[in-house]
């Protein structure tokens, strides 16, 4: 029986159209990401499910006393207190019965003081409590607490930090840790992944893939979808349509989906062409006129033939400003303070001409600060930082601080460029700002908003080193898609800090990790570093099993070989075969034509045995005719779907 049944569910805000006959299911324990570009109603689809806004129309039917919990991507206020106090909130239930049994063990202790023994009503009390704290996981309370806290980045020191004193990047880890201490038949998280460090990612996709209760998931982080959901839900068009697997086999199915999209809007636009074509070469005889009339009527029904469109993103376009020397940044004993506390302490390292790094490390490791000591908003405390020859830094800061929140987009474009207001609005256009979008102020976008007005800052300047912090933040998979294309092309030196683990994993060619002060350099891809750490970690069953994977490959990679061998005879044959049949198709037309004309012949009217047989020869090339068309269209057909 589904844990989630959605059923013709409709939502609007205004005359805007959010949701519109949205359908789905979710069965017990089963882990599903929801995507779709931004604005398409993901985080209304969640409030709906969590009863925290209701559906217009529609049916939302939840199995009976089913817990559901929800991580909101929207920051909202904590509880007072302690961390360790908002974490045990939702252990309460436990904690009152080690508090009773506490309480029940000192009354006990007093009164075999007092009187020699025990009463035996208080050690049979004492006996069903202890039963349900250990069936309630009362002795693994303490460990799954710290297990939890730790996992998501705090230290223990932390528990006794008070609330309102967190960042804004650990109060979202804070709740979700209230989260995953609860009890849930249903988990609802909204951009978990945003405020997580790789080892926190890690540690939560584990966490996740284990938990018994059911998920549904927004994210933007294809390596954490791909690591953890075995369904995909994707939103587009007011409407989701539902695809087994994860991320990867997602993307398979609806490449599938697009070619076939594709194929027949050829197929359809080849038979269109083709009943246009006989209605304009019909002759002006009756016979032909009714025809051609009957063929128009059926081309008047059809549909008009439009090529599908797919997801559509902004342009991202990086100006270069050419080749720099070999050198392009050195570090020489760099050291950086802030108010005493030392954030790194003598740093060393070249950055060469091509580089593409990954820096990566824990949250508060040091990576924007590495970034803007590069880009000289920063100055180091001690040490040296170098610049090579012809060395250009554009730099793109996570925060967004080069956008001044009280200017509009145009405003902001025109300030940052000599771009006049119609250049400039052109120019915002490409990412995606249009009409009098851009006439908002800076302060009132959404974050993936100040993040592709950003961008477009970012493009009206050259340059040959890009420094990129969280390039990616609050930006749906089309836009990802796109950056990683442009970056993939990008012909300087970039240095990214990110921690979308699929992002750089088709981009870095090394890494650097710190970690406190400390910078560790891997001279190897990010797939490769991804790999040693693993195996760094220990992860032996994954790594005993490479040897098994990569056989596993070989032999795909030689039926994949075979395959395309016999993919490529069995086309041969279809073409000479769609040949053949367009060849018989013109001949059985020039026959029905020339039947035709001598049916019309008034000279033949007398001889009705010959007309008779005329008839019948007519009626029979019709059918063959027909029988030619609809083989030469299956054959088209199996041709498009090899193509």
């Excluded at 921690?499 to 750089?504: A, C, K, S, V």
């Excluded at 400390?518 to 069953?541: N, P, V």
């Excluded at 395309?564 to 001949?587: G, K, N």
């Amino acid at each position: 029986m589904p844990l989630l049944t959605l059923s013709q569910v409709n939502k609007s805000f205004g005359a805007e159209t959010i949701l519109a006959g949205v359908s789905m299911q979710l069965q017990p324990g089963e882990k599903a990401g929801l995507i779709g570009p931004n604005g398409s109603g993901k985080t209304t689809l969640l409030k709906i499910i969590s009863g925290e806004i209701e559906a217009d129309s529609g049916q939302l039917h939840l199995a009976r006393g089913a817990k559901t919990g929800y991580l909101p991507q929207e920051p909202r206020p904590l509880t007072e207190g302690t961390l360790r106090r908002h974490l045990e909130y939702p252990l309460r239930h436990i904690l009152d019965l080690k508090a009773k049994l506490t309480y029940l063990e000192e009354k006990i202790a007093r009164r075999a003081e007092q009187e020699g023994r025990a009463s035996g009503e208080d050690l049979e009390q004492y006996a069903d409590l202890t039963g349900r704290f250990e069936e309630a996981g009362g002795y693994q309370v303490e460990k799954k607490l710290l297990g939890i806290a730790r996992g998501l980045g705090f230290s223990e020191a932390d528990l006794e930090r008070d609330l309102f004193t967190f960042s804004g990047g650990e109060k979202p880890r804070a709740r979700l840790a209230g989260l995953l201490l609860q009890d849930l038949d249903l988990l609802l998280l909204d951009e978990p992944t945003n405020f997580l460090d790789l080892q926190a990612l890690e540690w939560l996709e584990k966490y996740l893939r284990d938990l018994h209760c059911a998920l549904l998931v927004v994210s933007h982080d294809r390596f954490f979808l791909d690591r953890v959901t075995s369904r995909i839900f994707d939103l587009r068009g007011h409407r989701v349509k539902s695809y087994s697997g994860n991320y990867s086999a997602y993307q398979e199915q609806l490449a599938l989906e697009q070619r076939s999209s594709e194929r027949e809007h050829r197929r359809r636009q080849l038979l269109k062409a083709r009943e246009e074509r006989l209605v304009r070469e019909a002759k002006g005889d009756e016979r032909s006129k009714r025809q051609a009339k009957s063929r128009q009527k059926r081309l008047d029904k059809m549909d008009e033939v439009e090529r599908p469109t797919f997801d559509q993103s902004f342009k991202l376009g990086l100006g270069y400003s050419g080749r720099s020397g070999r050198e392009v940044v050195v570090f020489d004993s760099v050291c950086k303070k802030f108010d005493g506390k030392t954030v790194f302490g003598d740093l060393n390292f070249n950055i060469h001409w091509g580089d593409r790094l990954a820096l990566i490390g824990p949250n508060g490791a040091g990576k924007s600060t590495l970034l803007k000591l590069i880009a000289g908003d920063l100055k180091p405390t001690a040490g040296t930082i170098r610049l090579g020859p012809s060395v250009q830094v554009t730099y793109f800061a996570q925060e967004q601080e080069q956008l001044e929140p009280h200017r509009t987009l145009l405003e902001t474009i025109t300030a940052s460029s000599e771009l006049d207001l119609k250049q400039a609005r052109n120019h915002l256009g490409r990412y995606l700002f249009r009409g009098d979008d851009v006439f908002k102020k800076v302060a009132d976008l959404s974050g993936g908003e100040k993040n592709r007005l950003a961008l477009a800052r970012l493009a009206l300047k050259s340059g040959n080193c890009l420094l990129m912090d969280e390039p990616t933040s609050h930006l749906d998979l089309p836009a990802l898609e796109e950056i990683e294309s442009v970056l993939a092309h990008y012909p300087g030196t970039l240095i990214i800090v990110s921690h979308d683990r699929y992002f750089l994993k088709g981009l870095a060619n090394r890494v650097f990790e710190l970690d406190y002060g400390r910078i560790t350099i891997h001279d190897c891809s990010f797939e490769r570093y991804l790999e040693e750490k693993e195996a760094r970690s220990g992860r032996a069953a994954r790594k005993a099993g490479a040897d098994d994977q990569k056989l596993k490959e070989k032999r795909k990679r030689q039926q994949e070989h075979h395959r395309r061998q016999a993919e490529q005879r069995e086309r041969r044959r279809l073409q000479d075969e769609q040949a053949r049949l367009e060849e018989e198709i013109s001949a059985r037309e020039e026959e029905i034509k020339t039947l035709e004309e001598t049916l019309a012949d008034p000279e033949r009217y007398g001889d009705h045995s010959e007309l008779a047989e005329l008839g019948a020869r007519l009626e029979e090339s019709k059918a063959n005719l027909s029988r030619l068309m609809q083989s030469w269209e299956e054959v088209t057909n199996r041709l498009e779907e090899r193509s």
